[in-house]
């Protein structure tokens, strides 16, 4: 007698919550803006609901060493917390690039 290989169950779709915040990247980086910016500096951005900054920053396609000061809602947020502090629907995350000169 063969055996049938049980299907699996369909997975369930995870419904995905979504957030809108407000990205503003300073200097070089303002060309990293979606194409849907709102001004040369600023443009709304849709993400999952549990994003950080780190997630919005792989998302922007920014290079490893590209931001010197991530600011949410004005305030600083340390490098070592990127991928832990949590993002709010309606947050303005501001990126600014290192700063050069001499």
């Given at each position: 007698m063969a055996v049938?290989?049980?299907?699996a169950p369909p997975?369930?779709?995870?419904?995905?919550e979504m957030m809108t915040i407000t990205v503003r990247l300073l200097g070089g980086l303002r060309n990293r803006l979606p194409a849907n910016r709102s001004s040369a500096s600023s443009?709304?951005?849709?993400?999952?609901e549990d994003a950080t900054p780190a997630a919005l920053i792989d998302s922007l396609g920014l290079p490893v060493g590209a931001?010197?000061?991530v600011l949410v809602n004005g305030e600083?947020?340390?490098?070592g917390h990127y991928a832990s502090q949590p993002l709010a629907d309606g947050d303005?995350?501001?990126?600014?690039?290192?700063i050069q000169g001499g």
């Open positions: 049938r290989p049980v299907p997975e369930a779709e995870e419904d995905t443009a709304a951005m849709t993400l999952a931001t010197y000061l600083n947020v340390a490098p303005t995350v501001t990126i600014c690039p290192p």
